[in-house]
């Protein structure tokens, strides 16, 4: 599932969403489109495993659902296939709220509450696909 817009093909984000929850995820998917992003969407692992293997991104935006595992397993992939790649974890719960998810994703550059607005997280996204300024401190 992928929409290209009529900006350039430099200038474009990518990002793979991953998530079971199809509405929020098809919310998301609509407001980071919008904003000129190239998305693709897949709902379980696999299908992001073969979307990582097949595609660059510079973003991946993780729904920490009700297993946790699953989008922990997707950042590990991330990290070994797209080491550049930035994740935005989205979390309902208050598990990761102590910043742990840092320590266990170093690609990890937001945790944000799945109820933040779809337009926000599309600016967050635009923002951290973009690469650092030459000497700019990146963790």
Do not use: K
Not at 34 to 44: I, M
């Amino acid at each position: 599932m992928e929409e290209v817009t009529s900006r350039s093909q430099e200038t474009m984000v990518n990002v793979l969403i991953v998530g079971d929850n199809r509405p929020l995820v098809g919310l998301w998917a609509r407001s980071l489109r919008r904003a000129g992003a190239r998305v693709a969407l897949a709902d379980t692992p696999e299908t992001a495993a073969d979307l990582l293997a097949d595609r660059r991104f510079d973003i991946l935006i993780l729904d920490i659902g009700p297993e946790p595992g699953c989008a922990l397993s997707v950042a590990d992939m991330a990290q070994y296939r797209q080491p550049e790649a930035r994740i935005i974890f989205v979390t309902s719960s208050s598990f990761f709220s102590d910043g742990s998810i840092f320590t266990l994703c170093a690609n990890a550059c937001a945790c944000v509450p799945s109820g933040t607005a779809p337009e926000d997280l599309a600016h967050m996204a635009a923002h951290y696909a973009r690469p650092s300024p030459p000497g700019a401190r990146t963790g």
